[in-house]
């Protein structure tokens, strides 16, 4: 039995068993055996029919009188890997009601049971059953209860059995970061991480990683180095943390210098690895190295699709882009959400009003995939750009939600263009509505009357905008040049070389006037 490698070479042994007899003289040690080598050898990821599975599972269980607690944990074991925890608990309470005790391992496969069902009361009450039975102070326990806390947003509970118990390892401090982390609680999951006695690559990873998703791309990108520094080896959560903080940040050469580790150290290009690649790429405005990765890892999976998909969006490449989707849809990736916003606004870019069409009619009817505001707002901003003012105002109203900014605001641009005052007026209004403190609305609003030469509600909006205080945003500019990110605000003059910068700025107005 230690040999069989698949389900399928269990299952043969069994038959074996039961055709030479052997299971009926010794049933209860070779089906125990059975259980055991199933959820030992059981691969969630690898099979889809996790229901067949279970059965046989529950027909090997059920067919050993008076299972031992062992059988228990191996069968609630069972059903959290195939993720069907309510069995799971049932069979907990079965358990119980035999009065089997629980032991060690009994606990954190079924707190696992209740974290998938974020069921917070079975939850208090195993944690209640764990320290009747004394096993809360027991390492495995303490890490299941701080996970389950966390995922059921009782950070406090979590902390507290973090903070009373005197056994904690680096998993348990892991597991506590990772919580504060989720919960976006980045400054104490920091402080944990210093106060660690030993740090290791998940430690690091998981700290990267929250500050990644934070949006403190630069405090992120510190963290890898001084990992790097100190000679340790970054797995690939912080890789791929640090390269989505060097896309964020638009920090290309430091990407490259990851990039350029990857490559030295020989550290395989997982899906995980291969996304964050083509994403810091794409977002670099390197599309054509994206490509190159993409096309040379065989790993890809539905991020990675979307990451290229969303790259080409970005740089106007809407008849490769349809390409691409259409790759992926034979390659039988099903696309979600990110897929469609990518191509709608690709299409949007590229002016491919047909094409567009045809996807968001098929969304929910071909794809099963449901119609988000996002993508409505897309649509109206696609349709506004390419003058069907009436057509985006239809489906506006034919929305099952109302309209937030972004559409109403797509739609408005589409005004502006095209010179549709009288659905610029009511756009405008939803938007004012929606944001009020938005001063973009009125700017738009006072070129749209000044271009109609109406110019008494002109003098109208300007009044009102002066009136209410409503400021206008600035527009802001990023560019990196020699390693240094310089930051530009419209009209200020706060830069050190802002003197410079206006005089050649004056100098290629000049130009410009001389050459009409």
Same mark, same amino acid.
């Given at each position: 039995?230690?040999?069989?490698?698949?389900?399928?070479?269990?299952?043969?042994?069994?038959?074996?068993?039961?055709?030479?007899?052997?299971?009926?003289?010794?049933?209860?040690?070779?089906?125990?055996?059975?259980?055991?080598?199933?959820?030992?050898?059981?691969?969630?990821?690898?099979?889809?029919?996790?229901?067949?599975?279970?059965?046989?599972?529950?027909?090997?269980?059920?067919?050993?009188?008076?299972?031992?607690?062992?059988?228990?944990?191996?069968?609630?074991?069972?059903?959290?890997?195939?993720?069907?925890?309510?069995?799971?608990?049932?069979?907990?309470?079965?358990?119980?009601?035999?009065?089997?005790? $629980? +032991?060690?391992?009994?606990?954190?496969?079924? *707190?696992? =049971? !209740? #974290? &998938? @069902?974020?069921? /917070?009361?079975?939850?208090? %009450?195993?944690?209640?059953?764990?320290?009747?039975?004394?096993?809360?102070?027991?390492?495995?326990?303490?890490?299941?209860?701080?996970?389950?806390?966390?995922?059921?947003?009782?950070?406090?509970?979590?902390?507290?059995?973090?903070?009373?118990?005197?056994?904690?390892?680096?998993?348990?401090?892991?597991?506590?970061?990772?919580?504060?982390?989720?919960?976006?609680?980045?400054?104490?999951?920091?402080?944990?991480?210093?106060?660690?006695?030993?740090?290791?690559?998940?430690?690091?990873?998981?700290?990267?990683?929250?500050?990644?998703?934070?949006?403190?791309?630069?405090?992120?990108?510190?963290?890898?180095?001084?990992?790097?520094?100190?000679?340790?080896? $970054? +797995?690939?959560?912080?890789?791929?943390?640090? *390269?989505? =903080? !060097? #896309? &964020? @940040?638009?920090? /290309?050469?430091?990407?490259? %210098?990851?990039?350029?580790?990857?490559?030295?150290?020989?550290?395989?290009?997982?899906?995980?690895?291969?996304?964050?690649?083509?994403?810091?790429?794409?977002?670099?405005?390197?599309?054509?190295?994206?490509?190159?990765?993409?096309?040379?890892?065989?790993?890809?999976?539905?991020?990675?699709?979307?990451?290229?998909?969303?790259?080409?969006?970005?740089?106007?490449?809407?008849?490769?882009?349809?390409?691409?989707?259409?790759?992926?849809?034979?390659?039988?990736?099903?696309?979600?959400?990110?897929?469609?916003?990518?191509?709608?606004?690709?299409?949007?870019?590229?002016?491919?009003?047909?094409?567009?069409?045809?996807?968001?009619?098929?969304?929910?009817?071909?794809?099963?995939?449901?119609?988000?505001?996002?993508?409505?707002? !897309?649509?109206?901003?696609?349709?506004?750009?390419?003058?069907?003012?009436?057509?985006?105002?239809?489906?506006?109203?034919?929305?099952?939600?109302?309209?937030?900014?972004?559409?109403?605001?797509?739609?408005?641009?589409?005004?502006?263009?095209?010179?549709?005052?009288?659905?610029?007026?009511?756009?405008?209004?939803?938007?004012?509505?929606?944001?009020?403190?938005?001063?973009?609305?009125?700017?738009?609003?006072?070129?749209?009357?000044?271009?109609?030469?109406?110019?008494?509600?002109?003098?109208?909006?300007?009044?009102?905008?002066?009136?209410?205080?409503?400021?206008?945003?600035?527009?802001?500019?990023?560019?990196?040049?020699?390693?240094?990110?310089?930051?530009?605000?419209?009209?200020?003059?706060?830069?050190?070389?802002?003197?410079?910068?206006?005089?050649?700025?004056?100098?290629?107005?000049?130009?410009?006037?001389?050459?009409?």
């Amino acid at each position: 039995m230690q040999l069989c490698r698949s389900i399928k070479q269990l299952q043969q042994f069994h038959a074996h068993a039961i055709a030479t007899g052997r299971l009926s003289h010794h049933p209860c040690p070779i089906l125990t055996n059975i259980l055991y080598t199933f959820t030992t050898i059981l691969n969630p990821k690898n099979w889809a029919n996790s229901i067949t599975l279970l059965s046989y599972a529950l027909s090997v269980f059920n067919s050993i009188q008076n299972p031992s607690t062992f059988c228990f944990n191996n069968i609630i074991r069972a059903h959290t890997l195939l993720s069907s925890p309510l069995p799971a608990l049932l069979l907990f309470a079965r358990m119980r009601r035999f009065s089997i005790p $629980p +032991d060690f391992h009994t606990f954190p496969f079924t *707190l696992k =049971a !209740c #974290a &998938q @069902l974020h069921a /917070l009361p079975a939850s208090q %009450t195993l944690h209640s059953q764990a320290f009747k039975f004394g096993f809360a102070a027991d390492s495995f326990v303490l890490n299941s209860l701080i996970h389950v806390y966390s995922v059921s947003d009782r950070i406090d509970d979590a902390y507290r059995v973090f903070d009373e118990s005197s056994y904690r390892n680096v998993v348990s401090y892991n597991a506590m970061i990772d919580c504060f982390v989720k919960a976006g609680e980045i400054a104490r999951g920091h402080q944990l991480f210093d106060e660690m006695p030993i740090q290791d690559t998940v430690s690091w990873g998981t700290i990267i990683t929250g500050y990644a998703q934070m949006n403190y791309c630069k405090e992120a990108i510190d963290l890898f180095n001084h990992m790097l520094a100190l000679d340790l080896k $970054p +797995d690939n959560v912080a890789l791929v943390s640090a *390269l989505s =903080a !060097c #896309a &964020q @940040l638009g920090e /290309l050469e430091h990407g490259k %210098t990851i990039h350029t580790y990857i490559k030295r150290n020989k550290i395989r290009i997982d899906c995980f690895l291969s996304t964050g690649l083509v994403d810091l790429y794409a977002k670099c405005g390197c599309i054509e190295t994206a490509r190159e990765i993409f096309e040379s890892n065989s790993d890809k999976n539905l991020f990675t699709w979307n990451a290229m998909l969303v790259g080409l969006a970005m740089h106007g490449q809407g008849q490769l882009l349809l390409h691409y989707f259409s790759r992926m849809i034979k390659a039988r990736v099903q696309p979600d959400g990110v897929s469609f916003l990518g191509v709608l606004v690709g299409c949007s870019h590229a002016g491919l009003v047909h094409e567009a069409r045809k996807l968001f009619d098929k969304m929910e009817s071909v794809y099963g995939v449901p119609r988000e505001l996002k993508h409505y707002g !897309c649509m109206a901003d696609l349709l506004g750009r390419s003058g069907f003012i009436g057509e985006a105002m239809e489906m506006i109203k034919s929305m099952p939600m109302a309209g937030d900014v972004f559409v109403w605001g797509g739609l408005l641009g589409g005004c502006r263009t095209y010179g549709d005052v009288e659905i610029a007026k009511k756009a405008a209004e939803h938007v004012k509505e929606l944001n009020p403190g938005d001063g973009g609305v009125y700017s738009i609003m006072a070129n749209i009357y000044a271009n109609a030469e109406q110019w008494d509600d002109f003098v109208q909006i300007r009044k009102s905008m002066n009136g209410k205080g409503v400021k206008k945003n600035a527009g802001c500019s990023l560019i990196q040049l020699n390693g240094v990110s310089h930051e530009f605000i419209a009209g200020d003059s706060l830069h050190s070389q802002s003197n410079e910068i206006y005089s050649v700025l004056d100098g290629i107005g000049k130009h410009q006037l001389e050459v009409c």
